[in-house]
């Protein structure tokens, strides 16, 4: 163990020196703040936390490592348009498009890929990993690594067509408030402010209540409470747009309003929808796997993070983590989103480094 | 004279790089510029030469993706490119101050005048308060601004476009600077105030024998101010010499060509035949915004193939009653005729028809054109939606539109409007307006946003267009040039009415109305004693504003 402390920060302080001599500025920060936290929480902690620490810093290499090959080989892969994009993607979206696309591939080839089926009850209830169960069993005895599978496709599939009705009927309504105005504008505006008025879980619940609880209404339930949100991100962006002579001149030609919000002013504000599209599914999966949570959400067997995180929350008491690798899924998921979104936003912006 | 005329700026071989798509591309190409004190130096050249970013590059300054990569600044012996960033901060403001060309988008709205003007002078620690806030009102009736104790106190929505210019001007007085740069300064103005900007700059070069930096693309205003002109074309210098000089015998054919830029001029055509019925008629046309009537019982006639000229100073209405004759906005008195049956005054209750008919061509090419639309689909969309052509007939009618306004149809069709310069944008307004097979053309402002070459080139195409499609144009412009150019009748407004109308040629022929005759000479000429005889002759409170406000 002294030897392992003594290569740690000999490789440290040789790492901040090259990095000193090379002036490579930003490294040489991170690195001597590397040094200073490991020379504090080695002398509280002892030898263990510098293994942790090493672990940690291995496994972020490593995702950076793999989101650095994963690019470069986009890179090669891609048409020369796609190439040019993927040049400009910083590291961290390349980590969270590769995240995404595996949970696609999770949750199309779940049943290939999955070793049980989703309710199959396999070895006893709480059953820690082995060979045949890689995650151990779940309260009834079901094998989590094959539900968190099947997880995928049911709280992912869930949420994206929930996001996508949500987007559809609240552009919809944003445009023609925006390009037609008047009455119109003034009448979805107040219905919006209704829907907004009433905090969002407490009226999910209650709806769900009144309706009762299936896929369908879980998800025209949410899609109807996030609506409000894009309609008003559409509006605003919208009205930028038409105000536009182009808009004018094509009003003056005596176009159609469908033909206007359609041809002309939804190319324009694609860039700010799709970047709020990303952050809005984040917060859509969210609120689903918190009614799944509250019992509201989707309905056992069938498998899904939310759920699955209450259904195992009792091990906790006893310093388990199992409860915690369906959480785990679905932060990982939110912060990739996050991180091609964040992505977006700056090619949408048009900012330059 | 007895001032110093030692060197003050000295640039040499100064290049500035931009960065875009990823690399650095090469915007001034060594340019070499020597300013003596007291001397103003006018920069001009069309769009893209490098103008303002020379002049910022004076102060030591690029701007965000620019840098400077060669070459050296040296203001009074010492190198700006090489000075630290605390130095340069020093100059800025108290040696050296700069005059943007919007001063309503420069000041800030939520302090007072002279709050803003104090502001350098306390940074720099040249005065005290009391003492600038004196020193202010000095400048501020030296620049003959109406009111000088009060004026300083108001906020800026509060004073006129112009009276805020010369505020501004007075601003970069305030720590009475070495060197003044100002960049396009009265671009954004009315003629008739224009002048009284003018002629307080240049006053106050003159009294306290500042040198400056004069950036314009207008030739006439430059010929006012300049002592040496510097022509610059694509980052690169083309030639300099003493303004007489140079406006009398200028040597390469890039600045002969600027100087002829005016000399388009069409013959008028001849009345239309007594008794023929106008094509678009208007007829005591009152309209408000809200409360706040804008038009005042206008009434006026265009004929076919002919193009009338509405002139006067912004706000006095042009625009409205282009809005009321498309339909925008609905008049609350008077009726719109086109070829003698009345229109609708809404433009939704207008038949396609005579939507067909009246076409607008806009001001901003830019906001014009649907950035997301490539040029084939701009011009087609009008084909397909009046006459409902498709597929190769479409192709071919937008092919034969793009050869009318002179851009080839294989290089152009496929393009988005972001790939084209400002001229060739202007174009394919024009093309997209011609697709409608119209005979009335509102054309608004179409040139002020274009270089004066690149105007040309458009005012010759309308012109051309006229005579091949027999097209009428209302021509709604401040600038009198263009007018002369291109009008067969001129109609004058002011504050909603017109004040004057008549055929170009009685038009410009005194005797005129007081107003005409106010905007007209109010126009700057290329001669360089323009200003100075002006001034002489309606004396140092008659002009701008003031003037305005004894003719009315």
């Given at each position: 163990m002294i030897s392992f402390v003594i290569i740690y920060y000999a490789f440290l302080i040789l790492a901040?020196?090259?990095?000193a001599y090379y002036k490579y500025r930003t490294a040489l920060l991170i690195l001597f703040t590397l040094l200073c936290v490991s020379l504090i929480s080695g002398l509280l902690g002892g030898a263990d936390v510098l293994v942790n620490i090493t672990i940690f810093v291995a496994l972020l290499a490593a995702a950076a490592g793999l989101s650095y090959s994963f690019r470069e080989s986009l890179i090669q892969v891609l048409p020369p348009e796609g190439a040019k994009l993927m040049r400009t993607a910083p590291l961290t979206?390349?980590?969270?498009?590769?995240?995404?696309?595996?949970?696609?591939?999770?949750?199309?080839?779940?049943?290939?890929?999955?070793?049980?089926?989703?309710?199959?009850?396999?070895?006893?209830?709480?059953?820690?990993?082995?060979?045949?169960?890689?995650?151990?069993?779940?309260?009834?005895?079901?094998?989590?690594?094959?539900?968190?599978?099947?997880?995928?496709?049911?709280?992912?599939?869930?949420?994206?067509?929930?996001?996508?009705?949500?987007?559809?009927?609240?552009?919809?309504?944003?445009?023609?408030?925006?390009?037609?105005?008047?009455?119109?504008?003034?009448?979805?505006?107040?219905?919006?402010?209704?829907?907004?008025?009433?905090?969002?879980?407490?009226?999910?619940?209650?709806?769900?209540?009144?309706?009762?609880?299936?896929?369908?209404?879980?998800?025209?339930?949410?899609?109807?409470?996030?609506?409000?949100?894009?309609?008003?991100?559409?509006?605003?962006?919208?009205?930028?747009?038409?105000?536009?002579?182009?808009i004018e001149a094509a009003r003056l030609r005596g176009e159609s309003t469908w033909y206007l919000i359609t041809q002309e002013v939804l190319a324009n504000i694609t860039a700010p929808l799709a970047a709020e599209f990303g952050l809005r599914f984040c917060f859509v999966f969210l609120a689903i796997s918190a009614l799944s949570f509250l019992g509201l959400g989707i309905q056992p067997p069938t498998a899904d993070w939310g759920s699955m995180v209450r259904e195992n929350a009792t091990l906790i008491s006893f310093g388990a983590t199992t409860p915690l690798i369906p959480a785990a899924a679905i932060a990982l998921l939110t912060v990739a989103v996050n991180f091609v979104v964040d992505w977006m936003l700056h090619i949408s912006s048009g900012l330059k480094e | 004279m007895t001032q110093d005329q030692s060197v003050?700026?000295?640039?040499?071989?100064?290049?500035?790089?931009?960065?875009?798509?990823?690399?650095?591309?090469?915007?001034?190409?060594?340019?070499?510029?020597?300013?003596?004190?007291?001397?103003?130096?006018?920069l001009i050249g069309e769009s893209g030469a490098g103008k303002s970013t020379i002049g910022l590059a004076a102060m030591g300054f690029t701007r965000d993706g620019c840098r400077i990569s060669n070459g050296t600044v040296l203001f009074d012996g010492m190198d700006l490119t090489t000075a630290t960033r605390s130095e340069r901060r020093a100059l800025r403001g108290s040696r050296i101050a700069y005059v943007a060309q919007s001063a309503a988008a420069s000041f800030n709205p939520a302090h007072k005048l002279i709050d803003?003007?104090?502001?350098?002078?306390?940074?720099?620690?040249?005065?005290?308060?009391?003492?600038?806030?004196?020193?202010?009102?000095?400048?501020?009736?030296?620049?003959?601004?109406?009111?000088?104790?009060?004026?300083?106190?108001?906020?800026?929505?509060?004073?006129?476009?112009?009276?805020?210019?010369?505020?501004?001007?007075?601003?970069?007085?305030?720590?009475?600077?070495?060197?003044?740069?100002?960049?396009?300064?009265?671009?954004?103005?009315?003629?008739?105030?224009?002048?009284?900007?003018?002629?307080?700059?240049?006053?106050?070069?003159?009294?306290?024998?500042?040198?400056?930096?004069?950036?314009?693309?207008?030739?006439?205003?430059?010929?006012?101010?300049?002592?040496?002109?510097?022509?610059?074309?694509?980052?690169?210098?083309?030639?300099?010499?003493?303004?007489?000089?140079?406006?009398?015998?200028?040597?390469?054919?890039y600045t002969k060509s600027l100087w002829a830029v005016r000399s388009f001029k069409r013959e008028q055509k001849p009345a239309p035949p007594e008794g023929e019925t106008p094509l678009i008629s208007v007829k005591n046309v009152s309209a408000s915004y809200g409360p706040v009537q804008v038009l005042d019982g206008v009434s006026f006639d265009i004929h076919r193939g002919r193009t009338v000229a509405v002139v006067g100073e912004s706000g006095s209405g042009k625009s409205t009653t282009a809005r009321c004759i498309t339909g925008l906005l609905p008049p609350t008195?008077?009726?719109?005729?086109?070829?003698?049956?009345?229109?609708?005054?809404?433009?939704?209750?207008?038949?396609?028809?005579?939507?067909?008919?009246?076409?607008?061509?806009?001001?901003?090419?830019?906001?014009?054109?649907?950035?997301?639309?490539?040029?084939?689909?701009?011009?087609?969309?009008?084909?397909?939606?009046?006459?409902?052509?498709?597929?190769?007939?479409?192709?071919?009618?937008?092919?034969?539109?793009?050869?009318?306004?002179?851009?080839?149809?294989?290089?152009?069709?496929?393009?988005?409007?972001?790939?084209?310069?400002?001229?060739?944008?202007?174009?394919?307004?024009?093309?997209?307006?011609?697709?409608?097979d119209p005979s009335f053309i509102i054309c608004d402002e179409v040139t002020s946003a274009l270089d004066q070459l690149v105007a040309e080139g458009i005012l010759?195409?309308?012109?051309?267009?006229?005579?091949?499609?027999?097209?009428?144009?209302?021509?709604?412009?401040?600038?009198?040039?263009?007018?002369?150019?291109?009008?067969?009748?001129?109609?004058?407004?002011?504050?909603?009415?017109?004040?004057?109308?008549?055929?170009?040629?009685?038009?410009?022929?005194?005797?005129?109305?007081?107003?005409?005759?106010?905007?007209?000479?109010?126009?700057?000429?290329?001669?360089?004693?323009?200003?100075?005889?002006?001034?002489?002759?309606?004396?140092?409170?008659?002009?701008?504003?003031?003037?305005?406000?004894?003719?009315?």
């Open positions: 901040c020196c090259v990095a979206a390349a980590f969270g498009l590769l995240v995404i696309i595996a949970y696609i591939i999770a949750a199309v080839f779940a049943p290939v890929i999955a070793p049980f089926g989703e309710a199959e009850v396999v070895g006893s209830s709480f059953a820690p990993p082995d060979d045949v169960m890689l995650l151990g069993g779940d309260q009834l005895g079901r094998d989590l690594f094959s539900r968190l599978i099947y997880g995928a496709r049911n709280t992912v599939g869930i949420a994206l067509l929930t996001t996508a009705i949500a987007f559809i009927v609240g552009t919809l309504a944003g445009l023609v408030a925006a390009s037609m105005g008047g009455w119109v504008d003034q009448v979805l505006g107040r219905i919006v402010d209704t829907l907004m008025a009433i905090p969002q879980l407490i009226f999910a619940l209650l709806l769900l209540t009144i309706v009762g609880t299936s896929v369908i209404n879980l998800i025209l339930v949410i899609a109807l409470l996030y609506s409000p949100l894009i309609f008003r991100l559409a509006r605003a962006v919208a009205g930028n747009i038409v105000v536009m002579d182009y | 003050l700026l000295e640039i040499k071989d100064l290049k500035i790089e931009g960065y875009s798509d990823e690399q650095w591309i090469e915007i001034v190409h060594g340019v070499d510029l020597t300013l003596h004190r007291g001397e103003v130096m006018g803003q003007h104090t502001e350098s002078a306390l940074l720099h620690k040249v005065n005290t308060k009391t003492e600038s806030q004196e020193d202010a009102v000095e400048l501020y009736r030296r620049l003959r601004l109406p009111n000088p104790e009060e004026i300083g106190f108001r906020y800026p929505h509060q004073v006129s476009g112009g009276q805020l210019q010369r505020a501004m001007t007075a601003m970069a007085m305030s720590c009475r600077p070495d060197l003044i740069i100002f960049d396009e300064p009265t671009t954004a103005l009315d003629v008739t105030t224009q002048i009284e900007v003018l002629a307080a700059v240049r006053d106050i070069v003159d009294q306290f024998n500042t040198a400056a930096l004069y950036i314009t693309h207008d030739l006439a205003v430059v010929a006012q101010m300049a002592d040496r002109i510097k022509v610059l074309l694509k980052g690169d210098e083309v030639e300099e010499a003493e303004t007489r000089k140079m406006l009398a015998d200028p040597e390469e054919d008195d008077g009726e719109i005729f086109y070829d003698g049956e009345k229109l609708p005054p809404r433009y939704q209750d207008r038949k396609k028809d005579q939507l067909r008919n009246v076409q607008m061509i806009y001001q901003m090419a830019d906001t014009a054109l649907n950035p997301k639309k490539s040029i084939g689909e701009i011009i087609g969309r009008p084909l397909k939606f009046y006459s409902g052509l498709r597929g190769a007939d479409l192709k071919k009618r937008v092919d034969q539109l793009l050869d009318q306004i002179e851009l080839e149809p294989s290089l152009y069709y496929h393009r988005l409007p972001s790939e084209l310069s400002g001229g060739q944008k202007q174009r394919v307004g024009i093309a997209r307006a011609l697709a409608a010759r195409l309308l012109d051309r267009l006229q005579d091949e499609l027999n097209l009428a144009y209302m021509f709604i412009t401040h600038d009198l040039a263009t007018v002369r150019s291109i009008a067969d009748v001129v109609v004058v407004m002011k504050e909603g009415k017109v004040v004057e109308m008549g055929p170009k040629d009685v038009m410009f022929k005194p005797p005129h109305h007081e107003y005409t005759d106010l905007l007209l000479s109010s126009v700057p000429e290329m001669d360089p004693d323009w200003l100075t005889n002006l001034l002489e002759q309606r004396g140092t409170d008659n002009i701008g504003e003031a003037a305005t406000q004894k003719k009315t």
